[in-house]
């Protein structure tokens, strides 16, 4: 289980360090990576090009922090949070091959996470050999 702190701000972070040292050594199998809260997803895509504040500008557009939401406990807007999974699913699964994850060359692995009212996040990092 990774902790992840957010900082209380929307965020894409990159986990894919501590996935790649998570299968280190374990042969081939699959990587499951979960996040236990109903606000946040996991993403597969290339980041730290500007790919990660695109992301959270499209995820804005769809899910715009204002009072249109029905659920309304928190801050405002924070009913976008817990649709957020519907469109960024709150898991990935990805092949490991000789401990080392089968990413493509631009691809991480990152937290995706619109929920400014809570700070810190979960991750559990599950293997399974082939």
Not at 74 to 95: D, E, F, I, K, Q
């Amino acid at each position: 289980m990774l902790t992840v702190r957010t900082g209380g701000r929307e965020v894409v972070h990159d986990l894919t360090g501590q996935c790649r040292g998570f299968v280190r050594g374990r042969g081939d199998g699959l990587l499951h990576v979960f996040v236990p809260h109903a606000t946040a997803g996991v993403a597969v895509l290339e980041l730290g090009s500007g790919s990660d504040d695109d992301l959270l500008a499209a995820l804005g557009d769809l899910l715009p922090a204002d009072d249109r939401w029905r659920h309304r406990h928190g801050s405002r807007g924070h009913g976008r949070a817990h649709v957020l999974p519907a469109l960024v699913p709150p898991y990935a699964t990805l092949p490991v091959l000789g401990g080392e994850i089968a990413l493509g060359t631009w691809q991480s692995v990152a937290l995706v996470d619109l929920n400014v009212d809570n700070a810190v996040r979960s991750v559990r990092l599950s293997f399974l050999s082939a």
